[in-house]
């Protein structure tokens, strides 16, 4: 059927209102026309994995697809083509994972990321997207240790979606809710092209969600660790939304919250107050930027950061 006739048929439906219709997901190779407007590179990555542990399991898939972008307004330009791989991880895929992603043992058998290819198509890149960055980003630093060193922001984090009133951030929901869309979803290449596309459709009230999102990445922050805290402060600190870490990482066994730079002096003077009985240090931070954020690497505490 041709596809005016489809379209007035979901016309049709839509204007009844008692159905909603949407179309595929179908990917732009460019937002905006050529301008003078001065572009930077981002990369939008994604990747499969064997499960949630980097430190134990491993990448079976990764995409990355570059995308030009004006650092200013954040308005997209041009999407290139993904650059996709499959990785053999040497164990068996466990069932869960293939039933979520559609790989198998015999798909990735005897295949490899190309290190220099990866290498390559970081070269002029000035920032790296993902949509759970908290993730990607750990496992991808131990693979391909090029992703270290370039700056990271979160699309899932740092997007203002709950402010723009959707009620979840998942990328599937996201499409549909904001875009009238659907996709392959877990396919790792539709993934990232449908993280440029959200990021590149203007909300409602005409915000464009790169510009939210590249703000966002160039704050800083500061986690900070009550470390040694007494058991019985347990609660308190959850109230106040630390989180725990097992220490399995190689970062502190300890409550943790991550504050805005600004607000960090108080932060700890809070702790020194209610937890450490009045006294000063106990506790340990980490600066954080796009460089560090997301990363469990270890970071150098902040010396500016203490309490009188």
């Known amino acids: 059927m041709e596809t005016e006739a489809l379209e007035k048929m979901a016309d049709a439906l839509q204007g009844s209102g008692m159905y909603r219709v949407l179309k595929r997901f179908e990917r732009p190779s460019r937002y905006a026309e050529e301008d003078d407007t001065p572009k930077k590179l981002a990369l939008v990555v994604d990747i499969e994995t064997t499960g949630k542990n980097p430190r134990h399991d491993a990448i079976i898939q990764f995409c990355g697809v570059p995308f030009e972008y004006s650092a200013t307004t954040g308005q997209v330009y041009r999407v290139d083509e993904a650059v996709t791989f499959l990785e053999d991880p040497r164990r068996p895929i466990p069932p869960e994972i293939t039933a979520l992603t559609g790989l198998r043992d015999q798909d990735v058998a005897g295949k490899r990321i190309e290190d220099e290819v990866v290498r390559a198509l970081l070269g002029d890149v000035a920032l790296v997207i993902a949509h759970n960055a908290g993730f990607d980003r750990k496992f991808l630093e131990r693979r391909l240790p090029a992703f270290k060193d370039r700056p990271w922001a979160c699309s899932l984090a740092e997007a203002p979606w709950q402010g723009e009133g959707f009620s979840s951030a998942a990328l599937e929901f996201l499409l549909y809710k904001k875009c009238g869309m659907f996709m392959d ?47 019985d402060f347990k609660e308190i600190l959850k109230q106040r939304r630390y989180r725990w870490n097992s220490g399995e990482d190689g970062r502190p066994r300890a409550w943790y919250i991550e504050v805005p730079e600004g607000a960090a002096e108080e932060e700890c003077g809070w702790l020194k107050d209610t937890v450490y009985g009045g006294r000063a240090g106990g506790w340990k931070t980490d600066s954080l930027d796009a460089y560090t954020r997301y990363s469990d690497r270890v970071n150098q505490p902040v010396a500016c950061l203490s309490v009188a």
């Open 185 to 231: 979803a877990h396919r790792a290449d539709e993934d990232c092209h449908a993280v440029i596309h959200l990021l590149a459709t203007p909300f409602a009230s005409g915000q464009l969600p790169l510009k939210a999102l590249l703000e966002s990445a160039r704050k800083k922050a500061v986690r900070i660790w009550a470390v040694d805290a007494r058991f």
